[in-house]
């Protein structure tokens, strides 16, 4: 089920929606940096999926019966920006 957008995105906007409004219980609006935020994003429908078939895993199970695997979000705020001047080398 996660191997389509149509299986993952529900699940990836579900993640993303959770872990962010968690953050902001957390922290409010102390996100720091441009007050942007990063999201990390795993996915993983291969070994778990594996694994729940054996018994060990955590995937949950579709109601055809498929795996849909797990989706994990983790939300940290971006480092603030670098004062002037930047230099680069190349």
């Known amino acids: 089920a996660l ?3 149509a299986g993952l995105r529900p699940r990836l906007d579900a993640a993303v929606a959770a872990a962010v409004r968690e953050y902001m219980r957390e922290f409010g609006r102390r996100v720091g940096g441009a007050g942007e935020l990063k999201l990390t994003l795993v996915v993983n429908w291969g070994e778990a999926a594996e694994a729940a078939k054996e018994g060990a895993g955590c ?8 795996l849909l695997g797990s989706v994990g979000c983790h939300v940290a705020p971006l480092p603030p920006l670098p004062d002037p ?3 680069a080398e190349v």
């Open 85 to 87: 001047p930047i230099r």
């Open 3 to 5: 191997g389509t957008a």
């Open 59 to 66: 995937a949950e199970a579709a109601p055809d019966g498929s």
